[in-house]
């Protein structure tokens, strides 16, 4: 793509598939972490399993709703790269 915005602008949908990428493991390190910080050895592994599904879900939809947004902000500059007025030559005139 190219225009007159700024490259930092044009490269942004990588940095939300990055930061999708980024979350997801966050999310999920994070809430293991807590579910076995918070459980006993000798407890029942059923809402053991049943916690841990929640945040690997949780961390899909968050990593999901990042990339999404990736894609809408590709969409729109490859919209604005399309309509935006081209300038005119001199030569053409």
Partial sequence: MSGNLPEWVQRSPRYFYAAAVLMFFAYFALGVYDIYNYTMPYG??????????????????????????????????????????????????
């Fill in 44 to 93: 029942e592994q059923g809402p053991i399993r049943l916690a841990t599904f929640r945040v690997m879900v949780d961390s899909l939809r968050e990593a999901i709703y990042l990339f999404g947004t990736g894609v809408w902000v590709q969409i729109m500059l490859a919209i604005w790269a399309r309509i935006r007025p081209t300038p005119k030559s001199e030569a053409a005139e």
